[in-house]
């Protein structure tokens, strides 16, 4: 092994743990584009540029698209706004990293999986496939083909929560994919909900700290700015 084989993966150990370990699946559905939806590629890595809406509740699907997501890193806005319980609302932060691991077509309906994954694993796991992908792949086709049938959950498709999810993972509002690079220091309350969500989900480490790294460790969020930014108004 080379001296470049070596720096890849001397910290794998710690990327995937920051990954793997308690990862829990929640759902975004919303209705695509065949040429969007076409974009989201198997390997592809992608950034998402705000802070992502996510539901822990997974029922039928009325849209034409799911994106499944696995996290252990999403916070559970619901345990903090109780009012927000009945969507199961959780949140991933602003520019989350996110790996396409599979892109399943059943009955007119498509699941896009998706591996929220550290801003330091990018390239690992761009270069990776790991044996956990395969197992949890397959459980992911499974719960796709279980809940197809299934009625969709009437708290899911109120207009509130429709309008926070219904557009694609990764892109801006003209369906373009945030650059991996050219990551800008996040003004006013933006910073703020952000080190309010590392908080919340307890992620002081810097392996998810996108570049240019700037350290957010010990910086509390003010709570004002913080939760009107999280849950919006109703």
Request: proline content about 5%; hydrophobic content about 35%.
């Amino acid at each position: 092994m080379n001296e470049t084989d070596k720096a890849f993966f001397e910290n794998s150990e710690e990327l995937i743990n920051w990954t793997y370990p308690g990862a829990t699946l929640y759902y975004k559905d919303c209705d695509l584009t065949d040429k969007v939806r076409s974009q989201f590629t198997v390997g592809k890595i992608l950034r998402n540029g705000y802070m992502l809406d996510v539901s822990s509740r997974g029922g039928g699907l009325k849209f034409n698209t799911r994106f499944l997501i696995a996290s252990s890193k999403a916070a559970k806005l619901y345990e903090v706004n109780p009012d927000n319980t009945k969507y199961g609302h959780c949140c991933l932060n602003i520019d989350s990293y996110l790996k396409v691991l599979d892109v399943y077509e059943l009955n007119g309906k498509t699941q896009i999986f998706l591996l929220h994954i550290p801003a330091k694993g990018v390239d690992f796991f761009r270069r990776t496939t790991t044996n956990l992908d395969t197992q949890i792949i397959a459980k992911a086709r499974e719960g796709f083909e279980n809940k197809i049938g299934l009625e969709p959950i009437p708290e899911l498709l109120e207009k509130f929560w429709v309008d926070r999810v219904n557009f694609p993972v990764g892109m801006d509002g003209y369906d373009r994919f945030y650059p991996m690079s050219e990551i800008s220091k996040l003004p006013g309350v933006i910073g703020e909900t952000y080190r309010g969500v590392r908080s919340l989900i307890k992620d002081s480490s810097g392996l998810n700290t996108p570049e240019p790294n700037f350290n957010f460790i010990g910086e509390e969020p003010k709570r004002n700015g913080f939760w009107k930014s999280l849950f919006g108004k109703k």
